[in-house]
């Protein structure tokens, strides 16, 4: 056995467990050409993923999104909550805290695999399903109060076809009655103002840096600095405008749609980094 004195930083950090595959994302030689709705699967890769809770940071996100989510989804009596991204399983464990039936479903198998450690160590087992969104019903059964897509997660996808796709699986799995609540960036600002705007750093906290790289209408590339051991890991999504995002929900068939600007009902003159849009059915 290795003596702790012998190991090097990144030893002792357990990086040597990682494969080059582990922590290398393949963009290919135009990384700005990648905009597929399948490429989420090779960015969530095992590296990133024992990364993104250094990134979301639980407390700190807990603190911020304060009792939004519970509260929309007790004001409506909802007890059964499909979990559509799940990720690594910070909105699945507070709806499990909170006493909600919670299935949590995602189409990363890495990203499942860090959930359901995570719900152990909180002391809950959660009920995981790896199921890609356009094709939900055929993966997932049963009925649904709410379901919540969060932590821009519709970002990753690259169609039209496949976010109306999307859409209408998670209408069809709630019930007559049902809610759904997807939350976005705000990418109009980003589009309209640039990087220039107060928003350049998304996220910059001691440990991790979360910053845009590339920009246009069909692609928005954010890169993700971890300042522990230098790594560095990309997204490419699309940067989904917010009035666009409400019309695809409107024809796909909801009824009512709210939208909060980051857990506020008036949005106020500052102009917020995040949307929430709350759907429901009737
Ligand atoms: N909700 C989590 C959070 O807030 O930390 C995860 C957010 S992460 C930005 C996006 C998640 O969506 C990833 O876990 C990814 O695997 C999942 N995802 C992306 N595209 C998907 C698709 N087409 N079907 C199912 N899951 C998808």
Not at 38 to 64: L, M, P, Q, T
Not at 126 to 150: F, K, M, P, S, T
Request: glycine letters at 8%; hydrophobic letters at 35%.
């Amino acid at each position: 056995m290795t003596a702790a004195a012998d190991r090097s930083p990144d030893t002792a950090a357990g990086l040597d467990e990682y494969t080059e595959a582990d922590v290398h994302q393949e963009f290919g030689e135009n990384p700005n050409e990648v905009r597929d709705t399948n490429h989420y699967h090779e960015e969530y890769i095992k590296g990133f993923v024992d990364k993104w809770d250094d990134y979301i940071g639980w407390e700190g996100r807990a603190a911020s999104e304060g009792s939004f989510f519970i509260d929309q989804l007790s004001a409506r009596g909802v007890e059964k909550v499909l979990d559509v991204a799940t990720g690594t399983g910070f909105n699945s464990v507070q709806l499990l805290k909170a006493g909600f039936e919670t299935v949590s479903a995602d189409g990363s198998a890495e990203m499942l695999a860090k959930a359901f450690e995570n719900g152990r160590q909180h002391g809950h087992v959660l009920r995981v399903v790896q199921a890609d969104w356009r094709w939900l019903n055929r993966d997932v059964h049963g009925e649904y109060d709410a379901i919540i897509c969060l932590g821009n997660s519709f970002t990753h996808l690259f169609n039209e076809r496949d976010r109306r796709k999307a859409l209408a699986e998670f209408y069809a799995m709630l019930k007559h009655d049902g809610v759904l609540i997807l939350d976005q960036r705000n990418y109009d600002e980003i589009l309209d103002h640039g990087f220039s705007s107060k928003h350049k750093y998304f996220y910059c906290g001691d440990t991790v840096t979360a910053e845009p790289e590339y920009i246009d209408d069909g692609l928005a590339r954010f890169r993700y600095t971890f300042h522990d051991d230098g790594s560095v890991y990309h997204l490419n999504m699309f940067p989904l405008r917010k009035d666009y995002v409400r019309r695809l929900m409107r024809e796909v068939g909801f009824q009512k749609i709210d939208t909060y600007g980051d857990f506020q009902e008036s949005y106020g003159t500052e102009s917020p980094d995040f949307w929430i849009h709350v759907a429901e059915k009737t």
